[in-house]
């Protein structure tokens, strides 16, 4: 079975930065795309940031030039470095990994969310 954890998130003032964190684990043979999502109270969940496993990356217009996603294929883990934070990067930041696959399936997956507040 694969599970995704994600760890990293937590309160910061605008301007700040933190590094979000998500492992794959279970029997992976391979994973095609990883990225990040996010969801703000009453919105819909939007794209953030995704990589494929050939490196090619793509962000949303609300994050370029502040956000960088990268990954450690031979991990399975997939990192989003956040800097210059503002108060509307606050949401439920959720890893997911498109592509996923093991012996018997190919997936895709979801992680449970880590929380990611800043304040102004």
């Known amino acids: 079975q694969v599970q995704l954890v994600e760890s990293g998130g937590g309160l910061v003032q605008a301007g700040g930065s933190l590094r979000l964190s998500c492992a794959a684990s279970g029997r992976i043979l391979s994973i095609n795309t990883m990225g990040w999502y996010r969801q703000a109270p009453g919105k819909e969940r939007e794209l953030v940031a995704a990589i494929s496993n050939a490196g090619v990356t793509n962000y949303a217009d609300s994050v370029k030039g502040r956000f960088t996603i990268s990954r450690d294929n031979a991990k399975n883990t997939v990192y989003l470095q956040m800097n210059n934070l503002k108060p509307e990067d606050t949401a439920v930041y959720y890893c997911?990994?498109?592509?996923?696959?093991?012996?018997?399936?190919?997936?895709?997956?979801w992680g449970k969310g880590t929380l990611v507040t800043v304040s102004s």
């Open positions: 997911n990994a498109g592509g996923v696959r093991t012996a018997l399936t190919t997936g895709t997956y």
